[in-house]
């Protein structure tokens, strides 16, 4: 039971192994593969560890191709993930307490990061999208608008980050930001 406990994957790790798939498996192929064959690939060619292949949500996984993001993915004129940036940001953006925010004043704080997922569509809209596994309540499962504002108010100065950063890569701030929960298997407008 112990040795069972102790290679139990982490919620960290899991997560960590699904962002690594979600970043170098082939869209193209997964039209015509299962996300079990892509891991393989992705294992064999050495993107991906044994372990973190192993333990992938393969149902998960096979959601995100059937998607409504993978459809957007499909359809854009441009993909670019794992893009990585460094911005400076004020550091009273990065609170929602008032008073700290006064005090903070012009101090600002150097983020680095990646983003998960940028798309540019055709229209030469941009869409910033970040995934998220975080577990999921049944009622958020049911009323996803639940989902959307937690992941907002957990995630949100992150996405913020990170759109200021797609509006310094690019001059031109996002037209959209989702959130893509694997565990509900959509996208969410925040």
Not at 10 to 22: D, I, R
Not at 134 to 142: G, N, P, Y
Not at 161 to 188: F, M, N, Q, T, W
């Amino acid at each position: 039971s112990l040795l069972q406990a102790q290679d139990a994957p982490s919620a960290t790790e899991v997560g960590s192994a699904t962002h690594a798939f979600l970043q170098f498996c082939n869209y193209e192929r997964l039209k015509e593969t299962t996300t079990k064959e892509e891991a393989e690939r992705l294992v064999a060619e050495g993107f991906m560890s044994r372990r973190a292949a192993d333990i992938l949500h393969h149902k998960q996984l096979e959601a995100f191709c059937k998607s409504d993001l993978m459809a957007l993915i499909q359809s854009a004129q441009k993909v670019e993930r794992e893009l990585k940036f460094g911005i400076l940001t004020p550091m009273r953006e990065l609170t929602q307490n008032a008073e700290l925010a006064a005090q903070l004043g012009n101090e600002t704080l150097f983020v680095q990061g990646s983003i998960d997922l940028l798309l540019t569509m055709p229209d030469g809209r941009l869409i910033l999208v970040d995934y998220k596994t975080d577990s999921l309540s049944e009622e958020e499962r049911a009323n996803p608008a639940l989902l959307a504002a937690r992941l907002k108010e957990r995630h949100g100065h992150q996405l913020t980050c990170y759109a200021e950063a797609v509006r310094d890569l690019l001059g031109k701030a996002p037209d959209e930001v989702r959130i893509y929960s694997l565990p509900l298997g959509k996208s969410l407008l925040i």
